[in-house]
């Protein structure tokens, strides 16, 4: 299952993530005005991306970064793409024409970041910067550059996009961004810019969509507000879920804004790691962060919709809504295996299973059902709880697999995209970084 690993990280990258750790101390600071600072200090990179196609949401935003970049290199532009956050190495983030950025390409552009003044920078922000450095070095024609957090006061809101996309509104990281979906919306609606075409997504709840269409008129954005008809027109999507259709339909009309052909073909190529990530086994294993209540919901449907019961293998970040997550994926568990990724954000192994053992106790939780369980003799339906997933934790992925190997059955390792970086390390040789250095809780 393992493929080959990737050759060792050179010296000058060890010391450039040396030097990055230190920055998580500032944590999550938001504001544009040490961005265009720093920005400006360094020639304005951010004005050499090509067209930008600035993308928000809180759920989808990678799918649909990931869509509108095979699309538009479909349609013969040269593509960068800027995410966030990384599964095991720091160059996922900045990949350039379909590669991750090269070792000395992203050495050198933290060097010049640093010159101008980056170390006084939070890690984000510093690496914003180097990524529109190194990117506006490759003269690509099309960026797509994904919000780290929110929208209005993101790092990435210093640019002039030529399209703006809010992928859709959910409940998550309340404490900075709002407690109610109005003021995540918001939030989100802060990157729409006069002029400029908004799409506003299906993949959020449906009551923050007249919050971002007002805020879009309100800056004198053309709105597109992809709905039933879009969807019903969104041909044959690669990755899986009803929920990748909605994000196709949002890539589909960003690259109609920027007045790009539409190449059918590349959305059923389209791959994106980490969100339903099939490895063929045995066992078959699937990886997907479903890091949030929507996510998790999103993967649960997927997987009924595909008749699968896998056995899940999770991992949750303390500061999530963790019962939430919980109860949406526990019905679609033949049995759930808590456990931690190596991080000071995940939730205690047997804290988390204790969650799950409470969802699946709650009065009303009916299970996806077992196939091969056979009726009651006097033909009524099988109690849902008979097959109730069982609960139990390990200390780490590696107990955690191999205790689910006792199943003989497939897997599914969810909750955290810091849990699936380390399954993409562990079962495909990912390239991974010799340490880890990764974005601070946001708080």
């Known amino acids: 299952m393992k493929s080959s690993t990737s050759p060792p990280p050179t010296e000058a990258y060890r010391a450039l993530l040396a030097r990055l750790l230190p920055a998580r101390r500032f944590g999550v600071v938001l504001g544009l005005d040490r961005m265009r600072g720093i920005l400006d200090r360094l020639g304005a990179p951010d004005?050499?991306?090509?067209?930008?196609?600035?993308?928000?949401?809180?759920?989808?935003?990678?799918?649909?970064?990931?869509m509108i970049a095979a699309l538009a290199a479909a349609a013969g532009q040269r593509v960068a793409r800027y995410t966030s956050p990384h599964l095991s190495s720091l160059r996922e983030r900045i990949v350039i024409d379909g590669a991750l950025i090269a070792e000395p390409a992203i050495v050198a552009a933290a060097d010049r970041v640093r010159g101008a003044g980056g170390d006084e920078l939070t890690f984000?922000?510093?690496?914003?910067?180097l990524a529109m450095v190194a990117i506006a070095d490759a003269a690509v024609d099309v960026t797509v550059l994904?919000?780290?957090?929110?929208?209005?006061?993101?790092?990435?809101n210093v640019v002039d996009p030529a399209v703006c996309v809010v992928t859709g509104v959910a409940l998550d990281h309340e404490a900075i961004l709002g407690g109610t979906l109005a003021a995540i919306a918001a939030e989100k609606a802060g990157i729409w810019k006069p002029g400029r075409p908004a799409i506003v997504g299906a993949s959020g709840e449906p009551a923050a969509v007249p919050v971002l269409i007002a805020?879009?008129?309100?800056?004198?954005?053309p709105v597109?507000?992809?709905?039933?008809?879009?969807?019903?027109?969104?041909?044959?999507?690669?990755?899986?879920?009803?929920?990748?259709?909605?994000n196709a339909a949002a890539a589909i009309a960003a690259i109609r804004a920027l007045g790009l052909p539409v190449v059918p073909a590349?959305?059923?190529a389209v791959t994106h790691s980490g969100r339903f990530e099939v490895i063929d086994g045995p066992p078959r294993v699937i990886l997907d962060g479903a890091h949030n209540p929507h996510g998790a919901v999103a993967l649960a449907d997927t997987l009924r919709a595909r008749g699968e019961r896998p056995v899940l293998i999770a991992s949750i970040s303390?500061?999530?809504?963790?019962?939430?997550?919980?109860?949406?994926?526990a019905p679609v568990a033949r049995a759930v295996i808590a456990t931690r990724y190596q991080q000071d954000r995940a939730m205690d192994p047997a804290a988390l299973a204790a969650v799950f053992a409470h969802v699946i106790a709650e009065p009303g939780f009916v299970t996806a059902g077992e196939p091969g369980i056979a009726p009651r003799a006097d033909g009524a339906a099988s109690d849902p709880r008979l097959c109730a997933p069982t609960v139990s934790f390990a200390p780490d992925l590696e107990a955690a697999l191999a205790a689910a190997a006792a199943y003989d059955a497939p897997i599914a390792i969810a909750g955290s995209l810091f849990l699936v970086g380390e399954a993409r390390t562990?079962?495909?040789?990912a390239p991974t970084d010799p340490m880890l250095v990764t974005d601070p809780p946001a708080r």
């Open 224 to 246: 597109t507000v992809i709905d039933d008809a879009a969807l019903a027109a969104v041909p044959p999507v690669g990755l899986p879920g009803a929920h990748q259709r909605r």
């Open 215 to 221: 805020a879009a008129r309100a800056v004198g954005a």
């Open 47 to 66: 004005r050499r991306l090509g067209r930008v196609v600035h993308v928000a949401g809180t759920n989808g935003k990678g799918s649909t970064v990931a």
């Open 146 to 156: 994904e919000v780290g957090l929110g929208g209005r006061l993101d790092a990435t």
């Open 266 to 268: 590349a959305l059923a």
């Open 426 to 429: 562990r079962l495909l040789g």
């Open 318 to 329: 303390a500061d999530k809504d963790v019962a939430a997550i919980a109860r949406a994926l």
């Open 124 to 129: 984000f922000e510093q690496l914003t910067a």
